[in-house]
C-alpha cells in the first residue's frame, strides 16, 4: 500500500493540474473540479492496489472524476438543465440552424485548458494570498501542509483560504476562460507571480525527499511560454521566460544520478544545456526591445533574468561578475524592496568584495527580524562565519537552517556542511 501511495502522490504531482483544468472545463467550476479530482485520487488508492497502476494513470483519474460529475448531476436532476447549456453554448458559438460560425472578434484566446485555470484561479475578486494558494494548489499539486511550509503559516489558515477561494469564485460565478484583452492588465501581475511561485518550488522543492520538482518547474515554463505567444509586447512576459529558461538551462547538473545536491560552485557546467540558455538569452533581449519600446526600463522579472544570464555566461564561479550581480541586486531591491533580495545581494557582496562586508549586511536583516522561520538566513550566515574563520558559530548557524528546512536534501546538505567545521579548522 506504501508504494501505490507513493504512485498516486507522484502522479498527482504531474497530472493534478491538467486532470482539475479538464474537469474545470466540463464542470465550469474550479472548486467542484478539484473536489472531483480529489475523490478520484481517493478512488486510486483504494483500486490500484488489487488493479494495479493504470497504463495512463491521468487519464483513469481524469475518466474516473468525469463519471463521479456525471453522476452529481443526475443524482441532483439537473443534467436536463445542463443540456440545454450545452445546446445554447453550441448554437451561440455555431449559429443555430444555419450551421455557419457565429461572428467572433478578431482576437481568439488560446485552446489551453491549464492557462484558463490559472487566470480563473488568480482572478481579482480572490485576495493575493488566496490566489497563490489555490493555483499552487489546484496546478502545482502542493498540499495544504506543504504550502503551510511555504508561506510559514499554519495548516489551518492555508485550508481556510482555499475554501474561501472556491467559494467566492463560485459566488463570483467567474468564468473558466482566459480574460478579454482589455482585463489582461489588471490579471496580468498576478498571473506572472504565481507562474514563477510554481517554477520555484519545482526548481527548489520546500519540502519533501527531492531537491528538484522538474516536472512542476517545466510546467511552469511551458505556461510562461503560452503567455508570451499571448502577449507578445509585454516585457515582463519574455522576461520571465528568459529568468525561467536560464535557471531551468542548469537543471541536470544541479543534482547526482542518486538526486543528491550539488550546489553552483562544485556544477559541471559543461551539463548546462546551452541551446536553453540560448533561449532564455533571447527572451530576455526581446524582454529589453518590448521595454524600450514602450518607453520603460528592466522590471523586477528581467531584473532577475539579468543576474541569471552572468552566472549562465561565466565559465566559472571565480569568473563571474559579481560585481555587476550586486549592482543589478541593488536594482532589484529599490524596485520591489523584499528581505529575500536583500540576503542574495549579500550573497553576491561575498564573492565580489568578501565575507565580513557580506555579514553586516546580514547581521541587519537579523537584526529587522526579517525571514523570521527561514532557513535561508541561517545557511547563508553560516556560509559566511564559516569563510571567516568562526567555526563554533557557523556550526550552530547551518545546523539551525537544517532545523528549519522541510526538504530532506537541503537538511542534508546543511548537516554535512556543520559536521565539516572542526572548530578552528578550515574545511
Known sequence: MTDVRRTVDAVWRIESARVVATLATMTGDVGLAEDLAQEAVVDALAQW?????????????TAVAKRKAIDGWRRRERLDDRYRALAHDLEARWGGATGEPAAVDSWQPIDDDVLRLVFTACHPVLSREAQVALTLKVIGGLTTEELARLFLVPVA??????????????????????????????????????????????????????????????????????????????????????????????????VRADGTPVLLADQDRSRWDRAQIVRGRAALARADSSAR????????????????????????????????????????????????????????????????????VVDGLVAQGALAGSHLLPSVRGELLSRLGRFTEARRELEAAAALTANERERDVLRAKAAGLDVGTPR
Open 293 to 360: 519600446a514602450l518607453g520603460r526600463g528592466r522590471g523586477n522579472y528581467a531584473l532577475q533574468a539579468a543576474i541569471a544570464e552572468c552566472h549562465a555566461v561565466a565559465p566559472s564561479v571565480d569568473d563571474t561578475d559579481w560585481a555587476q550581480i550586486v549592482l543589478l541586486y541593488e536594482a532589484l531591491g529599490r524596485i520591489a524592496p523584499n528581505p529575500l533580495v536583500e540576503l542574495n545581494r549579500a550573497v553576491a557582496v561575498s564573492m565580489a568584495t568578501g565575507p565580513a562586508s557580506a555579514l553586516l
Open 49 to 61: 492496489p488489487e488493479s494495479g497502476v493504470p497504463q495512463n494513470p491521468g487519464a483513469w483519474l
Open 157 to 254: 489558515t492555508v485550508q481556510q483560504r482555499i475554501v474561501r477561494a472556491k467559494k467566492t469564485l463560485a459566488a463570483a460565478k467567474v468564468p473558466f476562460e482566459v480574460p478579454d484583452p482589455s482585463e489582461w492588465r489588471a490579471r496580468l501581475g498576478p498571473v506572472l507571480g504565481v507562474v514563477y511561485l510554481i517554477f520555484t518550488e519545482g526548481y527548489a522543492a520546500t519540502s519533501g525527499d527531492r531537491w528538484m520538482r522538474t516536472e512542476l518547474a517545466n510546467e511552469a515554463l511551458r505556461i510562461g511560454r503560452v503567455l508570451e505567444g499571448l502577449l507578445p509586447r509585454e516585457p515582463e512576459v519574455h522576461a520571465l521566460v528568459a529568468l525561467m529558461e536560464l535557471q531551468a538551462s542548469r537543471f541536470a547538473a544541479r
